[in-house]
């Protein structure tokens, strides 16, 4: 949902609508093609700092297979540049023993992982490194969207290097309505790394509007169901 049907619009930049101060988005989740529960993200800025917290659900017949909530948050500062993640939690409501927390340490270039009870110190924190949840929505903050986009993710166990490629996602039709988009795709991974696209609207400040992986077999889809932004 990443991409702008005309060549105008495919250099718009979030810089052309004021930021927003808080994003509500939720939607539907699909594994395989089949309905697998709702994500609801919300995002609100405060001043220069920002707090982002999304939840997961499922439903129906797969709700066995991921039983309780999974909840990541993303907290940190919103620069000229964009978002700058200060920390990040991955947890799960059934397993709270298994909760994953990473600390970015900007002035020292580390990023300090802690994981049930063992604590593990990574250097070489690089410039513009996002989060897993802060990097969807990076897009609405930088002040242009970048054709190549190669940035450094950080999970709630480790950090690796992502390389995107923009295109033309066309329109995207979902619950929420009709997009135009453009599209931000994974490319040169390993052959076992998960696959990620990205959709993002340009006219709706550049927000993600449908988000698939690819890992182990399995395809997720999340799809936009509806939103509200305030700016």
Known sequence: M?????LALGLFSAAAQAAPQQIHLEYEVYRN???LGSVTDTFVRSGNQYRLVSEMHATGPLKALWPGKVRLES???VTPQGLQPLQFQHARSEAPNKLATASLDWKLQQ???QHKDRSTLRDGLQPGTQDQLSMLYQFAFMPRLPTDYTLQIVS????NEHHYARSDGGQIRTPAGQFATEHYQRVGQAADDKSVDLWIAPARHNLPVQVRISEDGDTFVQRLVR?????
Request: aromatic fraction near 14%; avoid cysteine; charge should be positive.
């Open 33 to 35: 093609g089949n309905k």
């Open 75 to 77: 907290r940190g500062d």
């Open 227 to 231: 939103y509200r932004v305030k700016g």
């Open 111 to 113: 990023v300090r992982f």
């Open 2 to 6: 990443l991409k702008l049907v005309w």
């Open 156 to 159: 709630g166990k480790g950090l």
